[in-house]
């Protein structure tokens, strides 16, 4: 089941996050997201489990993808690009979402590229030794507009 992230959610978030997500986020942060009115935080649930998660910020018509993960055996189901598109598709006031990946990350650039996500920049050293890659992707045509 694909739904909105709960307060009741956020220790089963945090752990989906610290075994899947380098940095990984203090549980305050986690429900500050959840409960904050500027945060699109979903979650995809089966049988009581959160199987994965994807969080969106916005502020007036931009969107930063802050967070996203799929526990490793629900992998390559399509439960990322279902959670990412759900979302996307609630953002009525917003024109392009911003994320950074960090470059070794062949799975997460492969997700993003197939959405359409379309590299804009680099940050060296961002992640240690590692660059990231800046994304982008204009949500325009699907909202009709232009
Ligand atoms: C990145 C991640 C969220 C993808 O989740 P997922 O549910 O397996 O992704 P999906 O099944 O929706 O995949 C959608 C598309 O992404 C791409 N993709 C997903 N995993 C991939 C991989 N390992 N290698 C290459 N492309 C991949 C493919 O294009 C895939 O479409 P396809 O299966 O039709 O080929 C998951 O691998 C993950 O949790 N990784 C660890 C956390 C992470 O790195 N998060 C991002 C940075 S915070």
């Known amino acids: 089941m694909f739904r909105k992230a709960m307060v009741s959610d956020c220790a089963a978030i945090k752990r ?14 986690v429900r500050y997201a959840v ?11 089966e049988d009581g ?5 994807a969080c969106v910020e916005t502020v007036l018509d931009e969107a930063t993808l802050t967070s996203v993960a799929v526990i490793p055996a ?3 189901r399509g439960l990322a690009e279902k959670l990412l598109s759900g979302i996307f598709d609630g953002l009525a006031e ?9 470059t070794t990350n062949a799975a997460a650039i492969g997700l993003y590229n197939k959405m359409g996500f379309k ?15 800046i994304m ?11």
Not at 49 to 53: A, D, F, K, Q, R
């Open 119 to 133: 590299e804009i920049g680099r940050r060296k050293n961002y992640y240690g030794p590692n660059d990231a890659v």
């Open 49 to 53: 489990e959160i199987e994965g998660y």
């Open 94 to 102: 917003v024109r392009t979402v911003y994320l950074e990946v960090e």
């Open 35 to 45: 409960e904050n009115e500027n945060s699109r935080f979903f979650v995809i649930e």
């Open 136 to 146: 982008s992707l204009q949500l325009y045509n699907k909202k009709g507009v232009n």
């Open 74 to 76: 629900k992998r390559r």
């Open 16 to 29: 989906v996050m610290d075994e899947n997500v380098v940095p990984t986020w203090p549980e305050e942060n």
